[in-house]
């Protein structure tokens, strides 16, 4: 173990990793998860319109994006997007797909949760002559999201998990940082082994809360 691993390297390397890469890492989670939330919402109530032309091209839109790795999203939107006059740097180009791929995963847990809803709640909508808007807003989505905070929990989970693609387009997130601070002095064992132990850190306390939301969704009367 000795000749493998060296402490002095590590604390060298550690300051890089967290100062540069943790940071980079939670700011794309956190940022890619409101996307993936708000417009994942908007999917599925697109999925739910009235209108069947609408309806299917929303469908074709998820499954579209749901059958094609991330991987290569990521290079469209960052090598061919500008091509066609619209260019962001790598770390929003991460944010945007990230969180659109996840979009299309978290639109079909809304659906589920608006689906969940009781028909009677339809029903005393309707027979309170409530606005379409204000039934969505006042009466379904207040009952539906509570019941899918858990699982949209989960995929914020996931998603940090894939933070690390973004290394393929210059994105220091934690895997960067240990990469680059590795590429110093060729030695890869510290700093690898490090992001691994920060992204278990980050994957179980993002757990807990996911199972602290699970218990509260529940004690709901």
Same mark, same amino acid.
């Given at each position: 173990m000795n000749e493998t691993w060296s402490w002095d390297n590590a604390w060298e390397v550690f300051p890089d990793i967290v100062g540069q890469?943790?940071?980079?890492? %939670?700011?794309? *989670?956190? +940022?890619?998860?409101? $996307?993936?939330?708000?417009?994942?919402?908007?999917?599925?109530l697109l999925r739910r319109s009235r209108l069947r032309v609408v309806s299917r091209v929303t469908w074709a839109f998820i499954e579209f %994006?749901?059958? *094609?790795? +991330?991987?290569?999203? $990521?290079?469209f939107m960052f090598f061919v997007l500008p091509d066609l006059g619209l260019k962001f740097d790598a770390v929003?180009?991460?944010?945007?797909?990230?969180?659109?791929?996840?979009?299309?995963?978290?639109?079909?847990?809304?659906?589920?949760?608006?689906?969940?809803v009781p028909p009677g709640q339809w029903e005393a909508a309707t027979a309170l002559s409530l606005p379409r808007?204000?039934?969505?807003?006042?009466?379904?989505?207040?009952?539906a999201i509570p019941r899918v905070l858990p699982a949209l929990g989960n995929y914020s989970i996931s998603l940090l998990k894939e933070t690390p693609i973004l290394l393929t387009i210059g994105v220091l997130?934690?895997?960067?940082?240990?990469?680059?601070?590795g590429s110093r002095a060729?030695?890869?064992?510290?700093?690898?082994?490090?992001?691994?132990?920060?992204?278990?850190?980050?994957?179980?306390?993002?757990?807990?809360?996911?199972?602290?939301?699970?218990r509260r969704v529940a004690a709901r009367p």
């Amino acid at each position: 173990m000795n000749e493998t691993w060296s402490w002095d390297n590590a604390w060298e390397v550690f300051p890089d990793i967290v100062g540069q890469g943790l940071l980079v890492t %939670i700011q794309v *989670t956190v +940022l890619a998860s409101i $996307v993936a939330y708000v417009l994942g919402l908007g999917l599925a109530l697109l999925r739910r319109s009235r209108l069947r032309v609408v309806s299917r091209v929303t469908w074709a839109f998820i499954e579209f %994006i749901r059958s *094609t790795p +991330l991987i290569v999203q $990521v290079f469209f939107m960052f090598f061919v997007l500008p091509d066609l006059g619209l260019k962001f740097d790598a770390v929003t180009t991460g944010v945007i797909t990230i969180g659109l791929h996840y979009a299309t995963y978290t639109a079909e847990v809304y659906r589920a949760g608006i689906e969940a809803v009781p028909p009677g709640q339809w029903e005393a909508a309707t027979a309170l002559s409530l606005p379409r808007g204000r039934t969505w807003t006042k009466v379904i989505l207040p009952q539906a999201i509570p019941r899918v905070l858990p699982a949209l929990g989960n995929y914020s989970i996931s998603l940090l998990k894939e933070t690390p693609i973004l290394l393929t387009i210059g994105v220091l997130d934690i895997v960067g940082a240990a990469y680059q601070a590795g590429s110093r002095a060729f030695r890869y064992v510290e700093p690898i082994t490090i992001a691994g132990v920060l992204f278990l850190v980050l994957s179980l306390a993002a757990s807990l809360l996911v199972r602290w939301l699970e218990r509260r969704v529940a004690a709901r009367p």
